[in-house]
């Protein structure tokens, strides 16, 4: 008997550090933005679905954007940031993301990636503009 309470208390405990994890992720992920990040991405993708499917209700896209809210992203992401990071590096990154340059990073970091993205696909668009010439020289 003692042997079963002694495990139903390990497993209680373990099960609750594990709930306090996840909340910590949650807040993590909350405070990043990748929640509403995913979910604005669908909405994106919606409103291409409506035009190229202009027969389907509105009911039905609007149903379909509450199955794809935040929450549901949140959901899905725990797991996975609970595989890369541990609980201390949980919350050293909730503490940096809560500092005035932890803040600067989640404001300009959508505008570095995006200029990224365009200068490495101007790049692209060079670099293979330049190989074509040299093939058709050969």
Avoid: C, H
Wanted: aromatic share 10%; charged share 30%; glycine share 6%.
């Amino acid at each position: 008997m003692k042997r079963i309470i002694a495990v139903s208390i390990l497993f209680l405990g373990v099960n609750t550090f594990a709930q306090i994890k996840e909340a910590k992720i949650k807040e993590l992920i909350a405070l990043t933005g990748g929640d509403k990040l995913a979910s604005q991405a669908v909405s994106e993708n919606i409103g291409k679905y409506q035009q190229a499917y202009p027969g389907v209700p509105r009911k039905f896209w609007e149903e379909f954007s509450k199955e794809m809210s935040p929450e549901k992203f949140a959901e899905i992401y725990v797991p996975i940031y609970n595989k890369y990071y541990t609980e201390t590096e949980i919350d050293e990154l909730i503490k940096f993301y809560n500092t005035p340059l932890g803040k600067k990073v989640l404001e300009v970091m959508p505008l570095i990636l995006k200029e990224s993205m365009e200068a490495g696909r101007k790049m692209g668009e060079e670099t293979s503009a330049e190989l074509m010439k040299k093939i058709d020289a050969e």
